[in-house]
């Protein structure tokens, strides 16, 4: 495998223990592996917006837990253009915590 696979391969996978972090409520672990997830993917030289999406939508759930609210929205946002430039069905997944967030304001 080359370098630049190597580095989504474990961008993906730091994203997928992250949000397993976030779910059992480990928030300081789950921002770690999403923050890793972040370099890893944008060091490719090749960046995938469909997997950068996924985490800063992640850091903007994770955000939200954390009641830091303004960060969560503006990960959201970042999540909303990474997404626009590579449509997927997660785009729901988005605009329902970028509502949510919304609300919580």
Same mark, same amino acid.
């Given at each position: 495998?080359?370098? !630049?696979?190597?580095?989504?391969? /474990?961008g993906?996978q730091?994203?997928? *223990?992250? /949000?397993?972090? /976030?779910?059992?409520? %480990?928030l300081?672990? +789950?921002?770690?592996?999403?923050? =890793? !997830?972040?370099? $890893?993917?944008?060091?490719?030289? %090749?960046? &995938?917006?469909? *997997?950068?999406? !996924?985490?800063?939508?992640? $850091?903007?759930?994770?955000? &939200?837990? %954390?009641?830091? *609210?303004?960060e969560?929205?503006q990960?959201?946002?970042?999540? $909303?253009? &990474?997404? +626009?430039?590579?449509? =997927? %069905?997660?785009r729901?997944?988005?605009?329902a915590?970028? !509502?949510?967030?919304y &609300? /919580?304001?």
């Amino acid at each position: 495998f080359s370098k !630049a696979h190597e580095l989504v391969c /474990l961008g993906e996978q730091c994203n997928q *223990l992250g /949000l397993a972090y /976030l779910e059992c409520g %480990k928030l300081e672990e +789950s921002e770690g592996m999403l923050k =890793s !997830a972040l370099r $890893l993917l944008e060091r490719d030289g %090749k960046p &995938r917006s469909d *997997l950068l999406s !996924a985490v800063y939508h992640n $850091l903007a759930l994770l955000y &939200r837990e %954390k009641n830091r *609210l303004v960060e969560a929205e503006q990960f959201s946002q970042e999540s $909303l253009r &990474r997404l +626009s430039l590579s449509p =997927s %069905k997660e785009r729901t997944n988005v605009v329902a915590c970028l !509502a949510s967030i919304y &609300r /919580l304001n």
